[in-house]
T-cell receptor
Framework: AQSVTQLDSHVSVSEGTPVLLRCNYS??????LFWYVQHPNKGLQLLLK??????LVKGINGFEAEFKKSETSFHLTKPSAHMSDAAEYFC??????????FGTGTQLKVEL | DTGVSQNPRHKITKRGQNVTFRCDPI?????LYWYRQTLGQGPEFLTY????????KSRLLSDRFSAERPKGSFSTLEIQRTEQGDSAMYLC?????????????FGPGTRLTVT
């Protein structure tokens, strides 16, 4: 079955340092992959999407992700963390009908 | 574009009662999705509509759950004879088929607490 696995349930970084949130996918064909962010008491917001046009995808708020077929990975990165980045991040796979399959989430904590 | 709205934002009900939630999608979007999110988990797909047709239902959607989208605009999700296990955040999303990557835009959710 197609799915995504988020390798870390919690990640803690210092403000101004790089962010790496890891995601592996399992699919027999080229998938549609997304990263969504969920701030407390706010709705899910799309950060970026991969739909096979380019392997390096740039999103909002300085985030980007690289699709690596050889590693079946779609890791999310940001060069410099900001306090406002603290939230839960979901790696998401889009299947038939574009229904979304969410990973278990990674809680990002940003410390001063 | 006012975004996806959901009402109510919070609902507390007693076990055995029926509840109904409403979702208003982005106006030109033809697809509407329902998801459920329990504490500490990612959202799980429940069902989706294209216009007024319900095209798929997850096996998570027991026969106590019913969803409608009568005119292809807003949608309702009804839970009959609620159980404590139904306590969750119910999320609605909409998308426009054929627009780029068909990304889904989510509403703020309805948090259901069954006591």
């Amino acid at each position: 079955a197609q799915s995504v696995t988020q390798l870390d349930s919690h990640v803690s970084v210092s403000e101004g340092t790089p962010v790496l949130l890891r995601c592996n996918y399992s699919s027999s064909y080229s998938p549609s992959l997304f990263w969504y962010v969920q701030h407390p008491n706010k709705g899910l917001q799309l950060l970026l999407k991969y739909t096979s046009a380019a392997t390096l995808v740039k999103g909002i708020n300085g985030f980007e992700a690289e699709f690596k077929k050889s590693e079946t990975s779609f890791h999310l990165t940001k060069p410099s963390a900001h306090m406002s980045d603290a939230a839960e991040y979901f790696c998401v796979w889009a299947g038939g009908g574009n229904k979304l399959t969410f990973g278990t989430g990674t809680q990002l904590k940003v410390e001063l | 574009d006012t975004g996806v709205s959901q009402n109510p934002r919070h609902k507390i009900t007693k076990r055995g009662q029926n509840v109904t939630f409403r979702c208003d999608p982005i106006s030109e979007h033809n697809r509407l999705y329902w998801y459920r999110q329990t504490l500490g988990q990612g959202p799980e797909f429940l069902t989706y509509f294209q216009n007024e047709a319900q095209l798929e239902k997850s096996r998570l959607l027991s026969d106590r759950f019913s969803a409608e989208r009568p005119k292809g605009s807003f949608s309702t999700l009804e839970i009959q004879r609620t159980e404590q296990g139904d306590s969750a955040m119910y999320l609605c999303a909409s998308s426009l088929v054929g627009q780029g990557g068909n990304e889904q835009y989510f509403g703020p959710g309805t948090r259901l607490t069954v006591t």
